[in-house]
């Protein structure tokens, strides 16, 4: 018998799926450069020059046996040497390699984290608006994830909601700044607080609870932002790390779970990680791709067309009177729809070739999020679209 | 708090990687070149030079956004419709890519397939010897691994004891041939056999049986050995294939599931495994390697030096008076020990430098494994301190 919580997912609609196929098909009949799609978070710049020759020069140069050869189930020692020597000349944290597993983007890492951690009944907490894939990620592990609801003021952390719904079972905190859908940037003021109240409902309900640190977009950091290290904030932290966005990469699923010098048992946990990939396939992200991304440490692709993306959009938004937090980060913006039903309005939009996907999705109705991860003059020629929309349907 | 179960598992100490370290160790004393190292199952062939050059090209010639692109959940359409192609040229069987789901190697494979057909508390039967991963990739799913005890007349299938071991809790059932550690090839007779039960028992259970064929070593097949397609013998199978033997490619972690065109909803199980992805944050192998492996279809690595070593191996072998069936394929052997314990007796063969894992590590007490993936010119040097060992110790 196959197993029905699986044949049954098969039905369920992604929105997101959905849009993109919208855009694609309507792309096919006017020219996919005329259709602005939003809907997708795809990088949109090329990997570092740095990046490819390094690959190349290892396939050429390199004995296959060794570049090809078994990764051990942590990870290749030296990559996560040069990792470790990274996070440490970055933070100042004594990290080592015993701190990093290697894995298979964030969500590889995601998955490690959520099993070190939580065991069936067990609760995760995670804040609205979020990343949609965090509900099959954890639901499938038998763990429960609850979502607390949003800030609408500026997508920080609903405290209030937030100690209401932390209970005995809450074994880890979900965040991911920077943000999807939202592009905010947690404040160094948010993060004290959340590391506060988590220290002291560990000690109230005498088990730890863990703070997992989701940050495939921590390079994304716009200008003037501040820079705030989550893992300097509470001890007790497991960051999920992917290459995708900085590096521009996501095909090549590289990322890692690097767990704070601080944590309690942090070298166990690493360890444990180990033992987490043998019962879900796991073994290890590719060598060639491992070894690569230890010699780009701290390089990036050319990010800095996001911020110009956002800064553009920005500014056009606050003057057809959006209500929209600006981004700190990411390539995200998630303004507050000019009807109350935002699956309403991003429907309307569609006529006008805008694809913009409604918060509904995120957790979070009322708002849509734009993925500006496309060309400029895309987004500068999508402006005439959006104000003809905004005019049309809302007469502002 | 950690979950306890991951960190138990950091106590248990693995049998060959002992061996393995040992080996080491003993190399740096003596040289690892007098060190007659049989306990590791890594491949000791370079990857065929085209795979390189087809990396190579690609890294230089295609849009780095493509090449390193997300690849849909069930891997790269035109990668799944290659290998498809592949398949069915060379079986005759109606493959298509609705039939093929890219995996992060067997490892990767087998973790869906488990999953496919088998919930909490059902059974998977599996046969002495066995791949001892097979015990935490099926226990952490929360199924049972049960194994039948060996024919070791001929390492085919114990069939009296399979009959009786099945169960209505049997949802599956899975092979592993050619088959490590024995690197016996099971027989056209023995796959009809085991599919006339299956079928039968089907029906009697009322639900489908699957059969699960994890075949890492399909390409290692020696001459004469008749290539017995699993699949083609009963309809509900799952293949689990991987690259990293026949490509000399295990770092690169991958391979794929190819679900039998016969089998009941194969389409929707194909589809399912995308599902499963999300839980267990698989997210398909990278898309470079998906790539690279789609152009060398039908390829491998030059695997002659394996059937040499086996030659060698088996004359000398028989002619010291080991009981031994000649393996079909793999880089595998698996004698009887020349005392009850295979354990003591391995551990004597290490003060002769020749490093073998007793069978009880594969659910086989009483025989050992050795893993003849190294140079030819070693297994002939090893000659020489096997028939001292032989001599000394059993004064044969």
Chains 1, 2 share one sequence.
Request: charged share 20%.
């Amino acid at each position: 018998m196959l197993v029905q919580k699986y044949k049954e997912m098969l039905s369920a609609k992604s929105v997101i799926r959905e849009l993109s196929e919208f855009a694609t098909a309507r792309g096919a009949e006017i020219g996919y450069e005329n259709v602005f799609d939003y809907s997708l978070g795809n990088p949109s710049v090329p990997v570092p020059r740095e990046l490819t020759d390094v690959m190349v020069h290892m396939l050429r140069e390199e004995d296959p046996m060794t570049l090809h050869g078994y990764s051990p189930s942590l990870g290749i020692p030296s990559v996560r040497e040069a990792i470790a020597a990274y996070l440490a000349k970055r933070t100042g944290m004594p990290y080592r390699k015993e701190h990093i597993f290697m894995a298979s983007g964030a969500a590889g890492a995601l998955a490690h984290a959520f099993r070190l951690v939580t065991q069936r009944g067990d609760e995760i907490l995670t804040f609205a608006p979020f990343f949609p894939e965090y509900h099959p990620y954890v639901d499938l592990t038998g763990a429960v994830l609850k979502v607390v609801p949003p800030d609408t003021e500026g997508f920080q952390i609903h405290f209030e909601a937030f100690e209401k719904m932390l209970s005995p079972k809450t074994m880890a905190v979900l965040i991911n700044t920077p943000n999807n859908p939202t592009g905010v940037v947690y404040s160094a003021a948010t993060l004290r607080k959340l590391a506060e109240i988590l220290k002291r409902k560990s000690e109230e309900y005498g088990h730890d609870i863990y703070l997992i640190s989701d940050e495939p977009y921590r390079e994304i950091l716009f200008t003037g932002v501040e820079d705030n290290w989550v893992s300097s904030f509470y001890d007790n932290t497991i960051m999920c790390y992917s290459y995708s966005k900085s590096l521009s990469f996501p095909g090549e699923r590289i990322g890692y779970v690097a767990v704070s010098p601080f944590c309690r048992d942090a070298e166990d946990m690493v360890q444990m990680c180990g033992q987490i990939s043998r019962g879900i396939g796991h073994n290890c992200p590719p060598s060639l791709i491992q070894l690569a991304i230890a010699k780009v440490q701290g390089k990036t692709a050319d990010l800095s067309v996001y911020e110009t993306n956002m800064n553009i959009l920005y500014k056009e938004l606050t003057a057809l009177g959006f209500t929209c937090v600006k981004p700190g980060g990411t390539f995200y913006i998630f303004p507050k729809a000019l009807e109350e039903d935002a699956k309403v309005f991003c429907k309307k939009a569609l006529q006008y070739d805008l694809v913009l996907v409604p918060g509904d999705t995120f957790g979070c109705p009322g708002y849509f999020r734009m993925a500006y991860c496309i060309d400029t003059k895309k987004v500068e020629r999508s402006l005439q679209a959006l104000r003809k929309f905004v005019k049309t349907e809302y007469g502002a």
